[in-house]
């Protein structure tokens, strides 16, 4: 069975968001050094679960039901999204403390592991217009998902 239009741009929207987050989540660790604290780990896999639902739409079916779980780990990327936007501003309690990212020293592993950089879940490493990496993937993760479903909802093929 093959997609309208409104489909396929709701596979290429579930395809394309979780790809390009992914790909600056990875920009930035690797291209800037803003190592991920563990609630930043939790949003990137329903990321990973999306695409793959997204790619498996490409070519076993049903086509709508596996778009539909992408957009469903979309939105759920967004939710963890906005508690660690929440943990960040202090608006509550988060349930993890701090992780730290690992060095490639040529030390022992034990040095590697106690010279890391601590990267803490509570505090805004970056920001853009005074909203946090966590809140820009609530922001797309719950736009993009949202428009996911509207799209497959509006498909009459």
Request: proline share 4%; aromatic share 10%; charged share 10%.
């Amino acid at each position: 069975m093959t997609l309208s239009r409104r489909g396929k741009l709701a596979q290429r929207l579930a395809l394309g968001v979780p790809a390009v987050l992914l790909g600056g989540a990875y920009l930035a660790e690797y291209g800037f050094g803003l190592h991920p604290c563990e609630m930043c780990w939790w949003q990137r896999y329903p990321h990973f679960a999306a695409l793959a639902l997204a790619l498996l739409s490409t070519v076993a079916p049903p086509r709508r039901v596996w778009i539909a779980l992408a957009a469903a780990g979309i939105l759920v990327s967004g939710a963890l999204g906005l508690f660690h936007a929440g943990v960040e501003y202090g608006w509550w309690e988060g349930m993890t403390g701090c992780t730290a990212a690992l060095g490639s020293g040529s030390g022992s592993a034990f040095d590697n592991v106690m010279n890391a950089p601590l990267v803490r879940c509570d505090t805004v490493p970056w920001s853009l217009f005074e909203v946090s990496l966590a809140g820009w993937n609530f922001l797309i993760s719950t736009v993009s998902g949202i428009a996911i479903l509207r799209l497959l909802a509006k498909d009459k093929a």
